[in-house]
């Protein structure tokens, strides 16, 4: 099963990300991402098994720390344009990507926020910088139209809860 580890956003960070696509899409060829499918994704797993994959999050993701969070700058990856998402604390968003199986070297931390085959940062998103944030839970979610929640692992010192009530096997719409 296809599946990935992630973390979403708050209301915050959501209603800020929002206005500024407002601002700076109009005109461009990209298209606002909805709402309710932007995530941080901290590792992508092609075919893993659910109950295995959620017995090793659970276990090493048990006491590890909240890491504080920000959107700020962007970028394009083909055709997604992206915020950057940055830790106020480096050394706890290393310890998170490491406790969810992530090499943190290589990870580019990012919130996708448009489609679009435009190519540029639109302007006004590149000194974009949002509000801080600090998750709640890392999700285990499969792929699927809609996505769904395998498990949710709660984080020491984190935020509240997960967008929508996201829960145990609960389908939470398509995250994108």
Do not use: K
Request: no cysteine; glycine share 14%; proline share 9%.
């Amino acid at each position: 099963m296809r599946l990935f580890v992630a973390v979403l956003p708050d209301e915050a960070v959501t209603a800020a990300v929002g206005a500024a696509l407002e601002r700076a899409l109009p005109g461009t060829g990209w298209r606002a991402v909805a709402p309710e499918r932007r995530h941080v994704t901290l590792r992508f797993l092609a075919d893993a098994a659910p109950d295995v994959t959620a017995a090793t999050l659970r276990r090493d993701l048990a006491g590890v720390l909240a890491p504080t969070l920000h959107t700020t700058g962007a970028g394009v990856f083909g055709t997604a344009l992206w915020l950057g998402v940055r830790p106020e604390r480096p050394e706890a968003w290393r310890d998170l990507l490491v406790a969810v199986g992530t090499d943190p070297g290589g990870h580019v931390a990012h919130l996708t926020v448009a489609r679009g085959r435009d190519g540029t940062v639109p302007e006004g998103l590149a000194g974009h910088r949002g509000p801080a944030w600090t998750p709640g839970a890392v999700l285990l979610v499969a792929s699927g139209t809609p996505y769904r929640v395998v498990e949710e692992f709660p984080l020491v010192g984190g935020g509240a809860r997960p967008r929508d009530g996201a829960g145990g096997d609960e389908a939470v719409g398509p995250l994108g």
